[in-house]
């Protein structure tokens, strides 16, 4: 079974970016029209991430994060 929805103009934020389910959702809802907020502890993968999405038409911004971290999180 195949759907599609359009979330032009929303907002997603997605820990875990870098790497499997997080960047697979995270390419999914920017090809959905979303922006997408990418947040893990490695920003060099996310840029990566970043660049892929914009390539293919979307929005795309980098967050450094830890959720593990208080700090981080602040």
Known sequence: MAYEIDLS???AFVTGASSGLGAQFAKTLAAA???V???S???EK???LRAEIE???GDA???ELDVTDRHSIA
Do not use: I, P
């Open 55 to 57: 390539a293919a038409g």
């Open 41 to 43: 502890r490695r920003v």
């Open 61 to 63: 911004h980098v967050v």
């Open 37 to 39: 907020v990418l947040a």
């Open 33 to 35: 029209g979303a922006g």
């Open 9 to 11: 103009g929303r907002v």
């Open 46 to 48: 996310l840029k990566d």
